[in-house]
């Protein structure tokens, strides 16, 4: 069974103040309702202004996404009825988005852009006692309101939940590098979907915060509509909501009375004229595509990995950058970051950003490995104590009172010596039984308890008893 | 006709009088007034706090404009109780010139109407206590025509609602090219037509203060980014004054008697060197109902904001936000905001927003290009101001919305437009005064405020 | 040319629907002499019908105006938002539940 998804991403822009008003946008840890003015709680008589930079950042995104800007553009009121909403109409884009017919390419993919238009964003509310379908009153705090969103609208091409993540994953990378979007934000990111197996209805899946929610509700609506066209039963068309808690999605609304947003020209507001002088006077910096480029030229690393490295998001390539400047066995680099240091930050749930990870620190791990200090193997241990804690590899070695080789020499004796003990294996591995080999590999390994690199080891012994 | 505002300002000046026994003068004037007539929906003198062009000049300022620790509500129970956080920029300017705030006078609710009806008081006409003001700047109108006093008003019109109660109460409105004085601190009706003037006894009065509030303001985005001018230097006679009289401002419904006297003045002007020609502004009739489909679908949208949570009238929370919000609605606006707020969702709802409010819009393009054309080769257009002499109590009672809309049909179209007018007083139709209209072209404020000079001054 | 038959009226469903959007509780009063008065307006409004707008641009303001716009920057405001309301706890404004 075909699932076809196609999403709505909101991202905040990283602009100081709010999209309509003077208000600042930084709202995480303000008390509620702190950063509010008359206009962003739409109290009679005041009127919206839009801020410049954050048509300046919607240009940048609409071209870094490939999409055609529109050279007219307005904003229309968009209304609707909700606590979150302090005019019950949102200023939004409607019949001339900001841009449109842009596409992003993933796996080999183009996933097509509809359009990308500004808002702005509604309040924060609190359910209390209870969630969204059985709170007695809701607590809203406008400090949000206000703050400028950029929508992009995709058409339906994702077809799994990981296209889908990695979309999200290289959007935000891409953003991130035009210095318009934090992704270490809450709320900071959200993603309306619209899925459907080939040939059902669809059902849409509102206000979903953060990536790894996004496919946990996608993964469970995909099941949730398989399992009902199993039992013979129908997908209906209603608007769903994300229980982060519980993993799953639950009706909010029966699409039967069907919202009309009765679009309006914004009468408090002016036309924008968005020329191609304005356009080009805006920087664009190095996008993820072309930076995947430049590390593959400049550093020789795999182009898997480079991209990797870039579009899971900017900070990550930041740091390999940055590592650079300070070890130049870049390959080396590449691969323990693509390996070992992901997949520890992921375990840990964190991003490179909010974990303790410094280059210095790093690239002291590395060189303990080159240098022969740590093994390969214990260099994966050690790394697990690291990540969460950013403590030095050298510190770690030495708490744990770990041996470690201290160089060749020190091994070679140890070969040596098992050499001269097994002398029937030796004799055998001259007879070429390849088994023997690893039968002294072992006994290399116990006495030097597991502190070498048996690849090193194997090495060893075959030129020793040659 | 002397200007007492201008008289005043020289008096209080050279120290001839006392500001403090003025204010406490009209004091006891204004409760008489009020208690008779009601043209206030809330009284406030406060002391000027600065000295200036104003300076102890008192000022009424119409309920729809926000006033900082003074309760504005626009006429809407919606909003009783509401107290601004913040001065409108024309109530902050006025301010800053030292004028005295006297309070906030009656409108219809939200200004959907000619009559002032709203949810509190319903000013009587100052010539006739049983005939009605006009609206909706219905108290400005009503207690400018009864100040014995310096006084002007700070109105506002979206469709007529300075114009037609000028006429009604035989005094001088002007209202201004749209974007001319800041909307900010205005609670909006239909933001893009709303325009906030001011009505005096003589066109002095309401150039002076035009003069004060008018000039470009940060706050709002549709503000004009023009040159300040001070209006009462355009107080002089002018006798090169090209006029155009459009045929369909002198159409059937109008009263007979109404044409005659806006003919003579025609020719007044005429006696003293205008010249005068009949012209056809074919785009009249479409005029009307595009402006009360785009004013609707605005209003709809404007309040939808009152719901019973941040501001204005609440109850306790009850129900779902579906079932609260009907709730305060039905409890909170007057019938005739709930007409149009069904009729302005409706006319920009999926389906139908094409026929009704974007035709409505594109018609407001032919609305503009036909004055454009005028003014051409005209400096004003003279006509009527309102079709009727102010009707009576009982008989407004009886009429249906559309029939009431209908009084909008000569202010409709320049409205639409955002052009300046100047509805001021040219006679009587049974002891009840006439108004004569002056448009001229976006920013010709001055045209029209010398026209109306040369003929009040020639009365 | 737009369709007009289906135009310009206006019967109870529809009247029932539009209130629901505006979230304005009506009672069947109220509804029975909007349906009648509405009906009269529209016939009025009907009229704009017979001018040819297929090649006029809407206006949006009665003057062309074009990219007001203001600087990123951030000015705060001293007053208390929650002064007008009943509904309010800690700092926060109270509203209705949602469903
Ligand atoms: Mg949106
Ligand atoms: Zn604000």
Redesign the interface.
């Known amino acids: 069974m075909k699932v076809l998804i196609g999403i709505e991403i909101h991202v905040h822009l990283l602009?100081?103040?709010k999209l309509f008003c003077?208000?600042?946008t930084d709202y995480e840890g303000k008390?509620?309702?702190?950063l509010?003015?008359?206009i962003c709680?739409g109290f009679p008589g005041s009127k919206p202004?839009?801020?410049?930079?954050?048509?300046d950042f919607g240009i940048l995104a609409a071209k870094a996404l490939n999409c055609k800007i529109n050279p007219?553009i307005?904003f229309s009121r968009k209304?609707y009825?909700y606590?979150d909403m302090p005019k019950?109409f949102q200023i939004s884009q409607y019949e001339i988005p900001l841009a449109v017919g842009g596409y992003l390419e993933i796996l080999g993919k183009k996933i097509r852009i509809r359009r990308i238009h500004l808002e702005e964003d509604p309040a924060r509310?609190?359910?209390v006692g209870g969630d969204?379908?059985?709170?007695?009153?809701?607590?809203?705090?406008?400090n949000r309101a206000g703050i400028p969103l950029l929508e992009i609208v995709t058409e339906p091409d994702f077809t799994s939940t990981k296209e889908v993540r990695e979309f999200l994953s290289k959007l935000s990378s891409i953003l991130e590098h035009l210095e318009i979007f934090d992704p270490s934000k809450e709320a900071g990111l959200r993603v309306d979907a619209n899925i459907s197996l080939e040939g059902g209805e669809r059902a849409e899946i509102k206000n979903i915060t953060g990536f790894a929610n996004v496919e946990k509700a996608l993964n469970y609506e995909i099941i949730r509509q398989k399992n009902l066209r199993r039992i013979g039963k129908k997908v209906e068309r209603e608007t769903r909501h994300f229980d982060a808690e519980t993993r799953s999605t639950h009706t909010?609304r029966k699409k039967e009375?069907e919202?009309?947003y009765?679009y309006i020209?914004e009468?408090d507001?002016?036309?924008?004229?968005i020329s191609q002088s304005w356009i080009k006077s805006l920087k664009m910096p190095e996008l993820p595509d072309k930076r995947v480029e430049r590390f593959v030229k400049q550093y020789k690393i795999p182009k898997q990995q480079a991209s990797v490295i870039v579009y899971i998001d900017k900070a990550l390539a930041d740091f390999f950058e940055d590592c650079s400047k300070i070890y130049k066995n870049y390959k080396q680099l590449a691969k323990w970051i693509v390996t070992d240091l992901l997949k520890c930050l992921n375990w840990n749930k964190i991003t490179i950003r909010e974990s303790r990870v410094k280059p210095k620190s790093f690239v002291e791990l590395l060189k303990l490995i080159d240098k022969g200090k740590i093994t390969e193997r214990l260099a994966k241990e050690i790394i697990k104590e690291y990540v969460p804690t950013g403590k030095s590899p050298e510190q770690i070695v030495k708490e744990k009172k770990l041996v470690t080789i201290k160089g060749k020499k020190e091994l070679e004796k140890v070969v040596l010596a098992v050499i001269k003990e097994n002398k029937k294996a030796v004799d055998d591995l001259k007879a070429g039984r390849k088994k023997a080999l690893e039968f002294l590999v072992g006994h290399v390994l116990k006495k030097t308890r597991k502190t070498a690199d048996p690849k090193v080891v194997r090495e060893l012994i075959e030129k020793l008893t040659k | 006709m002397k200007s007492l505002v201008k008289e005043h300002i020289e008096k209080i000046k050279s120290g001839k009088i006392s500001l403090d026994e003025f204010i406490s003068e009209i004091k006891k004037k204004i409760e008489k007034i009020q208690s008779e007539y009601s043209p206030f929906i809330t009284i406030k003198i406060e002391n000027p706090e600065k000295k200036g062009k104003l300076y102890g000049i008192p000022i009424s300022v119409k309920d729809n404009i926000c006033t900082q620790g003074i309760q504005s509500t626009a006429g809407s129970k919606i909003l009783e109780?509401?107290?601004p956080?913040?001065d409108a920029t024309c109530v902050k300017k006025v301010k800053g010139q030292g004028s005295v705030i006297i309070g906030k006078t009656a409108q219809d609710e939200f200004g959907f109407g000619s009559f002032s009806v709203n949810s509190f008081v319903i000013p009587k006409n100052p010539w006739d206590k049983t005939r009605v003001c006009g609206g909706s700047s219905g108290g400005a109108a009503c207690l400018t025509a009864l100040a014995d006093f310096p006084h002007i008003a700070m109105a506002e019109s979206t469709g007529g609602s300075i114009s037609c109660p000028a006429a009604f109460c035989g005094v001088v409105g002007i209202t201004p090219?749209?974007?001319r004085v800041s909307r900010f601190g205005l609670i909006d009706y239909a933001n893009?037509?709303d325009k906030i003037g001011t009505i005096g006894k003589t066109v002095y009065d309401t150039a002076l203060l035009l003069s004060v509030i008018s000039g470009y303001d940060?706050l709002d985005?549709?503000s004009?980014e023009v040159r300040d001018e001070d209006f009462t230097k355009y107080c002089e006679e002018n006798s090169k004054i090209k006029i155009a009289v459009p045929k369909e401002y002198f159409g059937e419904g109008v009263d007979p008697k109404i044409k005659d006297l806006v003919w003579k003045a025609i020719k007044k002007l005429e006696s003293l060197g205008a010249k005068y020609q009949e012209v056809s502004l074919s785009?009249t009739?479409?005029a009307?109902?595009?402006y009360?489909?785009i004013a609707m679908a605005e209003a709809?949208t404007n309040l939808?904001k009152f719901?019973?949570?941040?501001?204005?009238f609440?109850s306790e929370?009850?129900?779902?936000?579906?079932?609260?919000?009907?709730?305060i609605?039905?409890l909170g606006?007057g019938?005739e905001a709930?007409?149009r707020?069904?009729?302005g969702?409706?006319a920009r709802?999926a389906g139908?927003r094409?026929?009704?409010y974007?035709?409505?819009?594109?018609?407001?393009?032919?609305v503009?290009q036909d004055f454009r054309r005028i003014f051409k080769k005209f400096d004003v257009i003279a006509a009527p101001t309102m079709p009727v002499i102010a009707p009576r109590f009982d008989e407004v009672k009886k009429l249906?919305?559309?029939e009431a809309?209908?009084m909008d049909v000569l202010t409709a179209a320049p409205n639409?437009?955002?052009?300046p007018m100047i509805s001021l007083p040219c006679g009587f139709v049974k002891s009840l005064p006439v108004g004569l209209h002056l448009m001229a072209d976006?920013l010709q404020e001055k045209k029209i405020i010398q026209a109306a000079h040369t003929f009040e001054v020639n009365e | 040319m737009?369709e007009?038959s289906k135009?310009w009226k206006?019967d109870k469903e529809?009247?029932e629907h539009?209130?629901?959007?505006?979230?304005?509780?009506?009672s069947d009063e109220?509804k029975e002499k909007?349906i009648k008065?509405?009906e009269?307006?529209l016939k009025?409004?009907?009229?704009?019908?017979?001018?040819d707008?297929s090649k006029?641009?809407?206006?949006?303001?009665?003057?062309e105006?074009?990219?007001?716009?203001?600087?990123?920057?951030?000015?705060?405001?001293k007053?208390?938002?929650?002064?007008?309301?009943?509904?309010k706890?800690?700092?926060?404004?109270?509203?209705?539940?949602?469903?």
């Open positions: 602009t100081k103040a003077s208000c600042s008390e509620p309702n702190n509010v003015c008359p709680l202004k839009v801020n410049k930079k954050a048509i007219e307005f209304s009825f606590p019950n509310l609190v359910h969204i379908t059985s709170a007695t009153h809701v607590l809203a705090d406008y909010l009375f919202e009309d009765g020209f009468p507001l002016t036309k924008i004229e | 109780g509401y107290v956080p913040f090219t749209y974007g893009s037509l940060t985005s549709t004009l785009q009739t479409y009307l109902p595009s009360y489909l709809s939808a719901c019973g949570m941040r501001y204005g609440h929370l009850k129900g779902n936000f579906e079932e609260y919000f009907s709730q609605r039905k606006f019938e709930k007409r707020i069904i009729l969702t409706y709802m139908f094409d026929a009704y974007l035709k409505a819009l594109k018609v407001r393009s032919l503009i249906e919305p559309i809309y209908m639409l437009a955002g052009i976006h | 737009v007009t135009y206006i529809l009247l539009v209130s629901k959007i505006a979230r304005l509780e009506l109220e909007f008065q509405l009269d307006i009025t409004f009907k009229k704009i019908d017979e001018v707008t006029v641009k809407p206006s949006f303001h009665a003057l105006l074009k990219n007001v716009m203001r600087e990123d920057e951030v000015k705060t405001w007053w208390n938002p929650l002064a007008n309301t009943k509904h706890e800690k700092k926060y404004f109270k509203g209705p539940r949602i469903v």
